[in-house]
DNA sequence: TTCAATCCCTAGGCAATACCTATGAATGTG
DNA sequence: CACATTCATAGGTATTGCCTAGGGATTGAA
């Protein structure tokens, strides 16, 4: 079986003409070097050198396969400068789980400070959504991911909650923002929801389910939809208001729903965001830098916890 | 310290996603490339598999690194390969096609040539004439050959030529060697033609009957002999005329048929002598070897192409 | 929920390999 | 003819490669 260390070996041999200078250069032993020279002519069932008394000479066959050697060991080195660039960032990608409304708070602004810094880098950004997100790294297709959690659920995870982010009711009628709403309130309003795929896993509605229990009623929407964004908008168009997170109606009212405005719950309402990856997993520089960076981030928009 | 088994179990288990399965196509345990990929790991100070539950998956440090890992074995299998077949020029046999006639050119001096330059090889000459050479071309059992062709036939193959030797007219009556001799003589002559196995894939003969067809005659001979040096005794003997390959002639006239001559024909005709093998074939050092002796061999007697 | 199957890891043992030092044999050199 | 240099061999130790056996975790089905 040919090997890496046969050819280094064989090149140190070949450029000194000598088995001595060769292992001197290599820091081995002299028989050390014969031996692996010797080996490596038998697994290629070819002489390579003519041992003559004073040092050896490299036969036509030796004369072939120099080259071809050099080329295999400057193809590993590639390799492993490959690796090795991607442990320090500079190439290769990095794939981050995030759920559909963090985005909202830093998905732009989180890729462009990891390409500031990792000009070469790949960044992916997965996920719909927090549970989705949740499924992947489970499944071990994902390291490391940021979602919004309802409790501190899912053993075999380790949850490392970062910040957290107010439920908000959001109306274009005034009339109905000048305190904040409560339980009951809420089961009689007109409510667009967004997420419909998602609806019994999202942890916004799951906070929002419980503190409707809890206040004995049951939770009607009116409309369904799919992202938070076409929510809004029909918020903005009178047709319906909504629940949902502060930092995102924050970044889309004024965008979507210039006329519409915000109001906490009675009581108010969290969720929460967290770093989430499987416990005792160790942590690639990749994914220990963007959970850095999505921290700053959150944490910047929302409230630490 | 890196080595090619590791990157064999590497790309074993990426193309699996599995070490069990990776194992199993290897021929090892499981735990043997288990180890293999844990130290590749640590030699690379990356992992490159997640573990979980079923299988494992690669990680986007693997990603990167597969191309390059690929590249190395490669590198490596064709560093084998060079060596293999100079092996084969040192220890092994070296097989060149080469019919008939061609070997009255440089059959004896090219084997003298080949065994200077390599004097543990071992040489075969094969074919007594170019369509059986053909035949073992096309079967593979022939690298390469040196044939005369009539035309540039036979698809798969790939045809050069190198030379051509005219075709004449050989008698020891000098009162038919005055001039250039003609379609009509031709077919009024008493002629001798050798090869009578071959008589219709014989590339001289498929040249003479085209041109005797051309002028409106058909081709006829009073005696069929096997092999040329017959037939250019019995023109010696004035027992008949012939025509052949004026290299052949040159050769042996002088030795054979003294008193006979040669004189060209009108119009003149020529027969190919060309180097062929199987088109897309990478040629080994013995047949590239072969190649430019024969050539040179050939070029120095007749004219180059 | 439970159970069996699957898959990876660990542990411990055996064999092969890598490497070392010491020494012998061959070949040029003074 | 000694001497220096260089490679090969011998013998011992440490490391590595590979195996079997068994344990823990995940998965999919009952």
Same mark, same amino acid.
């Given at each position: 079986?040919?090997?890496?260390?046969?050819?280094?070996?064989?090149?140190?041999?070949?450029?000194?003409?000598?088995?001595?200078?060769?292992?001197?250069?290599?820091?081995?032993?002299?028989?050390?070097?014969?031996?692996?020279?010797?080996?490596?002519?038998?697994?290629?069932?070819?002489?390579?050198?003519?041992?003559?008394?004073?040092?050896?000479?490299?036969?036509?066959?030796?004369?072939?396969?120099?080259?071809?050697?050099?080329?295999?060991?400057?193809?590993?080195?590639?390799?492993?400068?490959?690796?090795?660039?991607?442990?320090?960032?500079?190439?290769?990608?990095?794939?981050?789980?995030?759920?559909?409304?963090?985005?909202?708070?830093?998905? $732009? /602004?989180?890729?462009?400070?990891?390409?500031?810094?990792? @000009?070469?880098? *790949?960044? +992916? #950004? !997965?996920?719909?959504?927090?549970?989705?997100?949740?499924?992947?790294?489970?499944?071990?297709?994902?390291?490391?991911?940021?979602?919004?959690? $309802? /409790?501190?659920?899912?053993?075999?995870?380790?949850?490392? @909650?970062?910040? *957290?982010? +107010? #439920? !908000?009711?959001?109306?274009?009628?005034?009339?109905?923002?000048?305190?904040?709403?409560?339980?009951?309130?809420?089961?009689?309003?007109?409510?667009?929801?967004?997420?419909?795929?998602?609806?019994?896993?999202?942890?916004?509605?799951?906070?929002?389910?419980?503190?409707?229990?809890?206040?004995?009623?049951?939770?009607?929407?009116?409309?369904?939809?799919?992202?938070?964004?076409?929510?809004?908008?029909?918020?903005?168009?009178?047709?319906?208001?909504?629940?949902?997170?502060?930092?995102?109606?924050?970044?889309?009212?004024?965008?979507?729903?210039?006329?519409?405005?915000?109001?906490?719950?009675?009581?108010?309402?969290?969720?929460?965001?967290?770093?989430?990856?499987?416990?005792?997993?160790?942590?690639?520089?990749?994914?220990?830098?963007?959970?850095?960076?999505?921290?700053?981030?959150?944490?910047?928009?929302?409230?630490?916890?």
């Amino acid at each position: 079986m040919l090997s890496l260390h046969q050819l280094t070996c064989f090149l140190a041999t070949y450029e000194h003409r000598s088995l001595t200078r060769a292992a001197e250069e290599l820091g081995y032993a002299q028989p050390s070097v014969s031996e692996q020279i010797r080996n490596l002519e038998k697994s290629l069932g070819v002489p390579l050198f003519r041992r003559v008394g004073r040092g050896v000479i490299p036969t036509t066959a030796a004369d072939t396969f120099r080259p071809h050697a050099e080329k295999v060991l400057a193809a590993s080195d590639e390799a492993q400068r490959a690796v090795a660039s991607i442990k320090s960032l500079e190439t290769g990608t990095i794939r981050f789980g995030m759920f559909g409304v963090a985005r909202l708070y830093g998905g $732009a /602004g989180l890729v462009a400070d990891v390409l500031e810094r990792h @000009p070469g880098v *790949r960044v +992916e #950004l !997965v996920g719909q959504h927090s549970r989705e997100v949740q499924e992947n790294l489970r499944r071990g297709r994902l390291e490391v991911a940021m979602i919004a959690v $309802a /409790g501190i659920e899912s053993e075999g995870m380790s949850i490392t @909650p970062i910040a *957290r982010d +107010e #439920l !908000v009711y959001i109306s274009a009628d005034p009339s109905r923002l000048t305190s904040p709403v409560t339980a009951k309130q809420l089961s009689e309003a007109r409510l667009v929801m967004p997420e419909t795929t998602w609806r019994d896993s999202d942890s916004a509605r799951i906070v929002l389910r419980r503190m409707l229990h809890e206040a004995g009623y049951n939770p009607t929407t009116r409309i369904e939809v799919e992202d938070i964004e076409t929510a809004v908008e029909l918020v903005g168009r009178g047709l319906a208001d909504t629940v949902t997170n502060k930092g995102a109606a924050l970044q889309l009212l004024p965008r979507l729903a210039p006329n519409a405005g915000w109001v906490s719950l009675r009581p108010r309402l969290y969720d929460t965001m967290a770093i989430v990856h499987r416990t005792g997993a160790t942590l690639s520089p990749a994914a220990q830098l963007m959970i850095e960076l999505a921290t700053q981030r959150i944490q910047a928009i929302l409230e630490p916890v």
